[in-house]
């Protein structure tokens, strides 16, 4: 009885990775070389953990096969290395679409209530308590030019971990020794630091992607692919926000098991 409530608490068994399948990951995502041996071998884990809790679907004739799954799990596993792999559940499924895909809106004017419907073209998407939705071309551009600082799998992933604070705000669920006054105060400033310079229009001065302007979450889902790919452009255009991410995701804290 006890060993079956271990195994309700922790997830079932990690699905186990061939050592030559790892080494190749290891080769082609430069993102990880980075990692210390035990964040590596963490990793390792947290990756087979998701490959055995998640279902992976194919979207429009798509077969997704080991390798990409491989890839997806370990960049998805990659933000909580040092948040513990419990903050990846609940949701259970990943689609995986061959290149973007369109996703249908609708947008509602406060003063007059007039619907608009519109369509969004999309790398990636979360639905709340729903599905990780991954574009695998733009996964594969990201892991062709990482020092873009972009990684669609760490962007829905943090939108993901927003979630987790029960509101998707771009304030997600605070570790302890992370003030949340401090956090809203210092993303908002930074927020609107990037609006108005936007507004000027000096698009070209933003080091970071200006979709981290179209709302509170993504600015936070933004700067987490920053913090994570390309930390020297967030620590220079919004050297507070970088700190803060840091300490979120734990860079110099022991793992949650």
């Known amino acids: 009885m006890l060993r079956f409530l271990r195994r309700m608490v922790s997830g079932p068994a990690p699905t186990p990775i061939p050592d030559d399948a790892w080494a190749a990951l290891l080769e082609r995502v430069v993102w990880f070389d980075d990692l210390t041996p035990d964040e590596l071998l963490r990793l390792r884990d947290y990756t087979g953990r998701f490959l055995s ?53 609708t947008d509602e004017d406060e003063l007059t209530g007039v619907i608009t419907e519109y369509h969004e073209d999309l790398a990636g998407e979360a639905w709340e308590r729903g599905p990780l939705i991954l574009s695998w071309a733009d996964i594969e ?16 992933i943090a939108h993901k971990l927003d979630e987790g604070s029960g509101e998707v705000n771009g304030m997600p669920r ?34 970071i992607d200006p979709y981290a302007a179209h709302s509170p979450e993504e600015f936070f889902a933004v700067c987490s692919e920053y913090v994570l790919c390309r930390p020297d452009l967030l620590a220079e255009q919004f050297p507070e926000v970088e700190r803060l991410l840091r300490l979120f995701y734990g860079h110099a804290r022991p793992p949650v098991a």
Not at 143 to 151: K, S
Not at 179 to 187: M, R, V
């Open 174 to 207: 605070l570790p302890r020794g992370v003030s949340p006054s401090e956090w809203a105060s210092t993303f908002t400033r930074a927020f609107r630091a990037l609006e108005e310079l936007l507004d000027q229009g000096r698009e070209a001065d933003s080091l």
């Open 141 to 156: 551009e990201d892991l062709a030019e990482p020092d873009d600082g972009v990684c669609v799998v760490v962007h829905e």
């Open 53 to 105: 809790a998640k279902r992976f679907v194919g979207a429009s004739g798509l077969v997704v096969d080991d390798d990409m799954r491989l890839v997806i799990a370990a960049l998805a596993s990659w933000p909580v290395l040092h948040l513990g792999h419990a903050a990846l559940r609940g949701w259970t499924s990943v689609i995986v679409y061959p290149e973007g895909f369109r996703a249908k809106r």
